[in-house]
C-alpha cells in the first residue's frame, strides 16, 4: 500500500504506438501538483408528457467525452527530454560527445504523436487509483523562473479519453542524480552576448494551436486526434528593475530584439560541459508600459512580450544538455 496523501501520488507519460490507445508509461516526474479530469458532454431531451415536473433520467445522454487538465514541475537536468518533445512536436535526434547530449527542439507538427499520461492517486486507505489519459496533446506550456525560486514548466494536456480504476498503477522510477535548474544559473541576453540587466523572473507560454474539438459520427462520442489549427502564439513577460533605457527604448520604438533565457547547472561528462537548459527567442516585441510612480518606492517595470518568425532562424528553440542518451 501507498500512502494515503498526495506525497504517494506519481505521475508519468510514454509515447503511443496508435493514438488514444493506452501504454503502460515508463516516464516518470516529479511534480508539484496536477489538475486532469474528465470531462463530458450530457444532454437531456425535453420530452414533455402529462404529470411530468421533472426531466426523467432516462433522457439524460453522455453525447461526448473526453479529458484535460495539467501538472506542474521543477524542470529536472535529467528525463525531461520526452515532455519537451511533446510540447514542441519535435523529437530530435541528439549530438552526444563523451557522454553529453545536446537536444535541440524546434517547433514541430505532432501530427501522429500522441500519449498515454497515468496519475497513480492515493486513497485515504494507501489504495492506489490509477487515472490514465490517452490520445494525449500537449494544448500549451509554460516556463518560468521566479525571483529566487526554481526554474519550472507548467504542461496543459488535452486528452481523447479517460478511466479511472482501483487497479495497479506503474511503479515509478527516476532518473539518479538529477539536479534543478534555478534562478542562480540563469542569464538573460539578447541572441548575441549583450546581457539585459537586472531582469527579476521570466516567464514563456507557448500556445499550441489544437483543434481539440474534433467529434464525428461513428466515433462513439470520443475525438479524433488533435491537430494543428492556426498559428502558434508565443507571448510572456518579463520584470526589470528600472535601472536603464535598454528594454524602454525597444518597446517605444516596437525594435525587434532577441530574447534567451539560459541555465547553466553543474559540470558533466569529462568536466567540460554542463547541464543545461536554454530558451532562445530571436524575434520578439515588447509591450507593456512606460515607467510609473506609484508612491516613495523604487519602480519595477513589466514588459509583455510576443515571438515572431523573422523568416530566417527558428521563432523558438530550447536547447537541452543532460546525461541521457535518449528522449
Known amino acids: 500500500m501507498a500512502i494515503g496523501a498526495g506525497i504517494g501520488a506519481s505521475i508519468g507519460i510514454k509515447t503511443e504506438t496508435t493514438f488514444n490507445t493506452a501504454v503502460t508509461v515508463d516516464h516518470f516526474y516529479e511534480f508539484n501538483s496536477e489538475s486532469t479530469k474528465y470531462v463530458k458532454n450530457t444532454v437531456v431531451g425535453q420530452g414533455l408528457r402529462a404529470g411530468g415536473l421533472v426531466p426523467r433520467s432516462q433522457r439524460r445522454v453522455v453525447t461526448t467525452f473526453a479529458a484535460s487538465g495539467d501538472f506542474e514541475i521543477d524542470l529536472p537536468s535529467k528525463g525531461l527530454g520526452l515532455l519537451l518533445a511533446h510540447s514542441m512536436g519535435s523529437f530530435p535526434t541528439p549530438s552526444t560527445t ?176 554542463y547541464e543545461t537548459f536554454e530558451i532562445k527567442l530571436p524575434a520578439v516585441k515588447f509591450d507593456g508600459d512606460t515607467p510609473a510612480v506609484a508612491g516613495p518606492g523604487v519602480i519595477d517595470v513589466t514588459f509583455n512580450f510576443t515571438a515572431y518568425d523573422d523568416g530566417t532562424n527558428a521563432p523558438l528553440t530550447i536547447t537541452y544538455k543532460t546525461t541521457d542518451s535518449s528522449l
Open 98 to 273: 563523451a557522454g553529453v547530449s545536446t537536444y535541440v527542439f524546434t517547433l514541430g507538427d505532432p501530427y501522429t504523436k500522441s500519449f498515454t499520461t497515468e496519475v497513480g492517486v492515493p486513497e485515504y486507505d494507501g489504495q492506489m487509483t490509477s487515472k490514465k489519459l490517452t490520445g494525449c496533446k500537449i494544448a500549451s506550456f509554460d516556463l518560468s523562473v521566479g525571483a529566487g525560486d526554481i526554474a519550472k514548466g507548467k504542461f496543459s494536456i488535452d486528452a481523447a479519453g479517460l478511466t479511472q480504476t482501483e487497479t495497479s498503477v506503474a511503479t515509478p522510477s527516476f532518473s539518479a542524480s538529477t539536479n534543478l535548474f534555478h534562478f542562480a544559473q540563469g542569464v538573460i541576453t539578447d541572441n548575441v552576448s549583450t546581457t539585459y540587466a537586472n531582469i527579476k523572473d521570466f516567464d514563456l507560454n507557448v500556445d499550441n494551436a489544437l483543434k481539440t474539438d474534433r467529434y464525428n459520427l461513428g466515433s462513439a462520442g470520443a475525438k479524433q486526434e488533435q491537430i494543428i489549427n492556426g498559428f502558434r502564439n508565443i507571448t510572456g513577460k518579463i520584470t526589470a528593475e528600472f535601472t536603464d533605457t535598454v528594454l524602454l527604448a525597444k518597446f517605444l520604438a516596437d525594435t525587434t530584439a532577441g530574447l534567451k533565457l539560459t541555465f547553466t547547472g553543474a559540470a558533466i561528462g569529462s568536466g567540460s560541459e
